[in-house]
């Protein structure tokens, strides 16, 4: 063995229950880890020009893996003013008054809770009276709904209802007349597509941006739940760059209305990507969000709403499933109410016989967010054989103990304390990958697993706990981000533990994350990352 690296670090969370401990040194080769083991051991590895790092009393663990994240369709979702803080109307109202003395075509905000707008509708009032004129398009924080003004609606044309191939909408008042309200893309896209675009270049630098965001929260990867041929486009222009810090998988979207056709395009863009990101599933909708009275539940919601799927005809949803899993590929379902859950099962379970069970064991299989399930699908889900990709803040953001939130309300006591049932799951043997949804939710991860173990805001002591029983243990949330976080892409042979063999990927701790409380653990500092045994972000001290 002759490394390149040797990081020797006072704490190493392997993540490997194979390895024995204590771990404090790690030696690495082209990228892959060659060797673990202690200090001493390390002293025997150095060859001349190997480069040692000593992190000293900081922990180091595999690199942390964001589960679902929007990074390219998160740019449209995050112009304009930032309204996740806005807690009442008028923080709203002044908000966007402030935004529209600025001097360009549309006023635009994103990030906006209905728990904000306490009783009074959603309309698009509420924007006519602060937009100085100007068309306006606010997208909401579940990133499936948006509110336009008037002035919008007129320059798209809207003036009634639509059809669409999936379930969205352009709500309409009693007597036909729109109220600003845009439920799901097809109906969100009939606004947007009138809002002036940025350049690539701008969109670049943004993304860029961005990803070295990610890398400084300590992420070395991702699972991009989107893809177009923009995105590819950008990926490649990063890297040719040398400016894509941390690996992506990606997920091309399969919606309604598609057929055989276009699963086909679909299924020809696996594989492909670059060196450090790469197509590699098929992400599908079966339903949409409890906020906005789109989830497919068993039982209405208070308002008679989330009844339907997000296909219209969800033997369709079905049929797709079976089509890329005959062929090995991955597929990730966003479902998040309990009847949309059981469909996805439904699915899965119906082709368990009809695929070759070495095509079965290599592709996994997933299902996004997960909101509200009663018992028995959460026994399904661990025989089913599918994987969780669950995000805690969700639940710690954007609902309450009391039940007094938007999604609490319109779900009813019962289902509101089914809230994300990450404990349960675990314990009933799921994999469980963590993620945050941005730009849905922060993508810091040292407070979202802090989150997942309060069951409430980190730093915020003063909260009650929402269905505290459905904690996760320290060791739990950290597995989210490295070990289940492998195991969710099909990836724990090649990633997921500092094994040897292993890609070199890690993320530096100032605080070790299985000992430190969890609101001291939200507020500390990651130190650095590792990918491919490069470093990508370093702080000057450790440098």
Not at 404 to 430: P, Q
Not at 431 to 441: N, R, V
Request: net charge negative; hydrophobic share 40%.
């Amino acid at each position: 063995m002759t490394p390149d690296l040797i990081i020797l670090s006072d704490t190493i969370h392997t993540m490997d229950p194979r390895t024995p401990g204590p771990v404090q040194a790690v030696a690495v080769s082209g990228g892959v880890i060659a060797a673990v083991g202690s200090r001493e051991d390390a002293q025997t590895w150095r060859q001349p020009g190997t480069r040692v790092v000593d992190l000293g009393s900081a922990t180091l663990t595999p690199g942390l893996v964001d589960c679902h994240i929007h990074p390219v369709f998160g740019l449209d979702l995050t112009i304009g003013v930032d309204l996740s803080g806005a807690t009442s109307l008028e923080d709203v109202r002044s908000l966007l008054r402030a935004e529209a003395t600025h001097d360009d075509g549309w006023l635009r905000g994103w990030g906006l809770n209905p728990n904000a707008f306490g009783t009074v509708p959603l309309h698009r009032s509420v924007l006519d009276d602060v937009s100085n004129g100007k068309p306006a398009l606010i997208r909401l924080f579940d990133g499936h709904s948006a509110l336009a003004n008037s002035r919008a609606l007129e320059v798209a044309g809207i003036h009634g209802r639509h059809e669409f191939e999936q379930t969205a909408e352009v709500v309409c008042d009693a007597s036909g007349v729109p109220t600003g309200f845009l439920v799901e893309a097809a109906a969100m896209e009939l606004v947007q597509r009138h809002v002036p675009q940025e350049s690539f270049a701008e969109r670049k630098t943004r993304l860029a941006e961005l990803l070295r965001d990610f890398a400084r929260s300590g992420l070395t990867g991702g699972h991009v739940m989107d893809h177009s041929d923009e995105s590819t486009a950008l990926l490649q222009a990063l890297e040719a760059d040398g400016d894509l810090p941390l690996r992506l998988r990606t997920a091309p979207w399969c919606m309604p209305g598609s057929g055989e056709a276009e699963w086909k395009e679909l299924a020809r863009s696996i594989g492909k990507g670059g060196r450090r990101w790469s197509i590699e599933a098929i992400k599908l909708f079966v339903d949409g969000t409890v906020d906005n009275g789109t989830a497919w539940l068993f039982e209405p919601d208070v308002h008679g709403q989330s009844t339907a799927p997000f296909w219209p005809r969800p033997e369709e949803y079905s049929a797709a499933v079976r089509y890329f899993a005959s062929r090995g590929i991955p597929t990730a379902t966003h479902a998040i109410g309990d009847a949309g859950v059981e469909h996805v099962l439904d699915a899965v379970e119906s082709f368990r016989d009809a695929v070759p069970a070495d095509i079965l064991r290599r592709t996994v299989h997933r299902i996004e967010h997960i909101e509200t399930v009663p018992d028995q699908l959460v026994a399904r889900l661990k025989a089913a054989d599918v994987v969780a990709s669950m995000q805690p803040t969700h639940c710690t953001h954007y609902s309450l103990a009391d039940h007094s939130d938007n999604w609490s309300t319109r779900l009813g006591d019962e289902r509101a304390d089914r809230a994300w049932r990450c404990r349960d799951l675990r314990e009933a043997g799921v994999t469980l990958g963590i993620g945050s949804d941005w730009p849905i939710a922060p993508y810091e991860p040292l407070p979202i697993m802090a989150d997942a173990r309060l069951r409430r805001r980190s730093g915020h002591p003063d909260q009650e706990p929402i269905a505290p029983a459905q904690a996760l243990t320290a060791l739990q949330a950290l597995e989210g981000y490295t070990s289940h976080a492998a195991k969710a892409a099909g990836l724990w042979e090649v990633s997921g533990s500092i094994t040897v063999g292993k890609r070199a990927d890690f993320t530096v701790f100032e605080l070790d994350p299985l000992t430190t409380t969890p609101d001291e653990f939200a507020a500390s500092e990651v130190l650095g990352t590792f990918v491919d045994g490069e470093v990508q972000f370093m702080l000057e001290r450790l440098a």
